[in-house]
């Protein structure tokens, strides 16, 4: 019930279990059953931290194999919560990195004249992807752009993107964007309010199934 429950909406359970299951429960008794065993496995999660200590970990200075690489990424969505309106809730992932070759799609930027618009969007984009985040924002300051060449000023440091190819790394969102889609699909549907506890269990009830750990989540 709590694992349909963090799938579908509470209504959409109960014509699950009549439909399929032939079994008549009230979609506001799967909530209640939801919410007493979210809690409980939130406490069950929060002991289970609680019991860890905090280390720091000396990581090796050589280069791992090509199988063991990671990415790590972050972001953020909105969850509405009753009597406090849209709040951001943080979701991170961690994921196995594959290396593939692929051709870059190359799209288009000056709105009077497509032609140079996309000669210069193209050249500005093997800039980036060279690394030449500086070079770009200099350009922008010289046709009297601040704003948008003090984007490229500030992030800089995290456009080093051939550096990251060269490594192996992924330079996309789409993972981290993917996961808050993913998430937001159970808390953010329309005329949907949350308190801020069922908030918060539902995000963990959520990311237990997205990540095939709900089973693993109750055991002792």
Known sequence: MVWLSA???????SEVFERIG???????????????HGQRLE?????????????????????????????????????????EG???FKVGTIFAVEQRWERDPITHVFPNDPDRSQRWYTQRQKDLFLG???????ELECADLPDLARYFRVHQRRMQYQEFRDDGYPIGSGTIESAIKQ????????????????????????A???????DARWAA
């Open 7 to 13: 799938q579908v909406t509470y209504e959409v359970a």
């Open 22 to 36: 032939r079994r008549h429960i009230p979609s506001v008794s799967i909530w209640r059953q939801t919410q007493k």
């Open 43 to 83: 406490e069950r999660q929060q002991q289970k931290a609680a019991a860890v200590s905090v280390e720091r970990v000396a990581l090796p200075i050589q280069r791992k194999p090509q199988q063991e690489r990671k990415g790590i990424s972050m972001d953020g969505g909105m969850v509405h919560i009753r009597g």
């Open 86 to 88: 849209w709040k951001e």
């Open 132 to 138: 030449a985040a500086a070079a770009i924002a200099l």
């Open 183 to 206: 998430l937001k699909a159970r808390l953010a549907g329309a005329g949907m309010r949350w308190s801020r506890s069922g908030a918060r269990q539902m995000l963990m009830l959520r």
């Open 208 to 214: 237990s199934v997205l990540d095939h750990s709900f």
